[in-house]
């Protein structure tokens, strides 16, 4: 299983970012999904989640009410929809997919990882 995270850049504070993340070797809609991010110096941080049929999701304190994870299983992508951007959102930011039906916020719980894709915004 392969994931391929784009969409990220820079941005200034109170804008928006759409990040995209392909996966590819294996039935998509087996697959849980989740978006984590790591700033420098700190520890992975969970964002959001959503279960494989999209009926489940979950956020982080810290983004709900501006992020909105979704997907689409005939295109094998999921999104993350990032609105009202703040400099604390600044990190690298993870796709990472668990084989199973079912999504959780703890990164360990995941099988397989994106490279991770640089979001920057600026004050």
């Known amino acids: 299983v392969q994931l391929q995270a784009s969409g990220g850049g820079l941005v200034q504070a109170g804008g928006s970012l759409r990040l995209s993340c392909g996966i590819s070797?294996?039935?998509?809609?087996?697959?849980?999904m989740g978006w984590f991010r790591q700033a420098p110096g700190k520890e992975r941080e969970f964002v959001a989640s959503i279960s494989f049929g999209g009926s489940t999701t979950y956020y982080g304190d810290s983004v709900k009410g501006r992020f909105t994870i979704s997907r689409d299983n005939a295109k094998n992508t999921v999104y993350l929809q990032m609105n009202n951007l703040k400099p604390e959102d600044t990190a690298v930011y993870y796709c990472?997919?668990?084989?199973?039906?079912?999504?959780?916020?703890?990164?360990?719980?995941?099988?397989?990882w994106g490279q991770g894709t640089l979001v920057t915004v600026s004050s």
């Open positions: 070797g294996r039935t998509f809609r087996s697959y849980g």
């Open positions: 990472a997919a668990r084989a199973s039906v079912i999504t959780t916020m703890n990164p360990s719980d995941y099988d397989y």
